[in-house]
């Protein structure tokens, strides 16, 4: 019986239609700019997000990193939320390949508060102080839960953003959840925003890629800095079908991930010796812990490290680490394998309470 994966969205495996949309492909050369597929899927993305423009990328990492040097300079800085993506998991590239400082703002649901990012802007009149030239959000916002951040935070923040002349960047790798989640259209949620990464590989399900979306002059500049990081690609279009037929069939089921994700957050809580927070529960994204006065806690880490790997050996993956634990629905997970899972961590959480 095949493992029940539910360690990311990222695990998906194109479907047999997808496959064949990839086949029948047609396709050029996307760095001569000659892929018509490729073309298609840009025109469908930016489109979809309200923008004039949007290259393809083979990451949404690539993505958010081609955002920043189009934002800012070497030695100068973006604010950003201390819990995001471009932050604590792609490998400091900010700094690697731009030169540019990162400054983090705390809170529990990924909004910036607007004083905050009003206080921590740097002008050029004091050469100490690195100047802020971008403010970056993700939504919806991975390590905070899958929250979907509130639309009135965004344009507060984007308020004070504009009044000192900074660029607004979204890592919105997540966003047609959000957009599924509270019924407001892509382009609204992205409206506020000089940049947008779309990732056409997580819940949506293709095998590779993410957008980057903008203005015309912006998305021109990209393709210089895509380039320059080694992410121009040749006949792009196969994989670019995936991205097309992604946006085509597979954003209104995002919705059954939701519900799958509740379903599972619910029964989780439920189950003696594990917590979960169920007001974070927002999309499909379930993070979950083993009790703080669970007998197993005495070494967090370890009996975290315990758990996934007895639930491994009995075929459900879940990632974790030194915090917490995570589950993550998707669209090769169906209600059959959601209780399946909840079935072998009942069963083996129970062995730790006997």
Known sequence: MPAIDLRSDTVTRPTAAMRAAMADAQVGDDVFGDDPTVIALEVRGAALLGKESAIYVPS????????????????????????????????????????????????????????????????????????????AFENTHNACGGTVVPQANIEAVAAVARAHALALHLDGARLMNASIATGTPPAALAAPFDTVSLCLSKGLGAPVGSLLIGSREAIARARRTRKLFGGGMRQAGILAAAGLYALEHNVARLFEDHKRAWRLAEAIAAIPGLVCNLDAVQTNLVFFDIAPDHKRMRVPLEARTQLIAELK???????????????????????AGVERALEVLRKVMASYTS
């Open 60 to 135: 949404g990492v690539m993505a958010n990193q081609i955002a920043v040097r189009l934002h800012a300079r070497p030695g100068e800085e973006a604010i950003v939320h201390a819990a995001s993506h471009v932050y604590n998991y792609e490998g400091g590239a900010a700094a690697a390949l731009s030169g540019v400082t990162l400054r983090p703002l705390q809170s529990v649901d990924g909004s910036l508060n607007p004083a905050e990012v009003l206080a921590n802007i740097h002008g050029t009149s004091d050469p100490h102080l690195s100047v802020t030239r971008l403010v």
């Open 313 to 335: 050996e009995q075929g459900v993956l879940l990632a974790g680490g030194p915090y917490r634990l995570r589950a993550v629905t998707h669209l090769d997970v169906d209600d």
